[in-house]
């Protein structure tokens, strides 16, 4: 049926197996389109790899990349009377890799508030087994609801109670770990490689995932029981922070829901787990010496004599630096704090002019460059 974009003779079809040709990009409609006309099956052709969404569709699919849709092609067209046919309930055996930047994962930065990055971190939300109530059709097929306790869902709703519990089991453990120490912890020892040690892919773009993508990287909860240091953030922090932002008296205190703070050290600085810095073109002039600084505290929460080293992975036209570049802890919950300084370098070629993504929507495809330790 080509690209499958008349309606009414796809409601013709009846009782068969469609083959379908994506055309600029209209794999989505192509799929429901299928659905409503109330066809037996769907052969989809098509080179988009993110079918996360799409996969949860309630009648036969079967998605081809163009080299293997030839076949199918040409066997249809050579053959008056071709015949296909759908096996289910088989069981596959083997890993992917994984895990994976789901397409519609929200990318940063945060429009509100660029300075800090986001995402913090990423966790399991795409076809997630879960708890459906019972009074909700779970799907429907044809004119027929269909009902379970359980459902295949995905989205950020599906990985914020991931982080969520998490979170919560951190903080029976460390009962004493404020709510920024527990996202330190988490971000802090995140995987950034997937199962085959490579870096996490983002299916948007089938390139490795980005920090706007990933944050610190796919959460991973036994290692966040023993993080060694924290980056701990007080209320005075955040109030500071917000007051950088040029928030009224009015807003602040809607914040705050108090009328007493002090907005006598603003600082977009927060003592947060991760650096974003932005460069635009004039820093890349010839001549010009363009360095961003942070300041860091860290908490020891590992043993009481501890020795943390910087090591500092080498970025292409960013000089970074730590100082200290080493420190050393003679009691738990000691703090010390060291700074982190990124320099340009005014060799390279003018960098592209600096933009902030629009704020995220249902199905973002943004994404960026960013520092992060």
Known sequence: ?????????????????????DENDTLGEQVYGCLNANVSAGIFITNRSDLGLILQISFPALFLNPQDGVKILNYVNTNEKAKASFEFQKTSLGSKVAPKVAAYSSRGPSPSCPFVLKPDIMGPGDLVLASWPR?????????????????????????????????????????????????SAMMTTADFLDNTNNPIQDIGSNKPATPFAIGAGHVNPNKALDPGLIYDVEAADYIN???????TSKQIQTVTRS???????PSLDLNYPSFIAFFDESDAAPGVLTLKEF????????????VYEAKITPMDGLEVSAVPDKLIFKEKYEKQSYKLSIQLHTTHAALPPASVPPPPSDNPRTGGKAVKP
């Open 135 to 183: 009074n909700v059709a779970a799907t429907q097929i044809g004119s027929s609801d269909y009902f379970s306790d359980f459902n295949l869902l995905s989205g950020t709703s599906m990985s914020c109670p991931h982080l969520a519990g998490l979170a919560a089991l951190l903080k029976g453990v460390h009962r004493e770990w404020s709510p920024a120490a527990i996202r």
């Open 295 to 306: 300041q860091r505290t860290v908490t020891n929460v590992g043993d009481e004599t501890s």
């Open 1 to 21: 049926m080509g690209a499958c974009d008349n309606k009414t003779e796809l409601e013709k079809v009846g009782q068969k197996i469609v083959v379908c040709q």
């Open 259 to 265: 009328g007493s703070y002090n907005c006598s050290h």
């Open 241 to 247: 922070l917000l007051c950088a932002l040029n928030y």
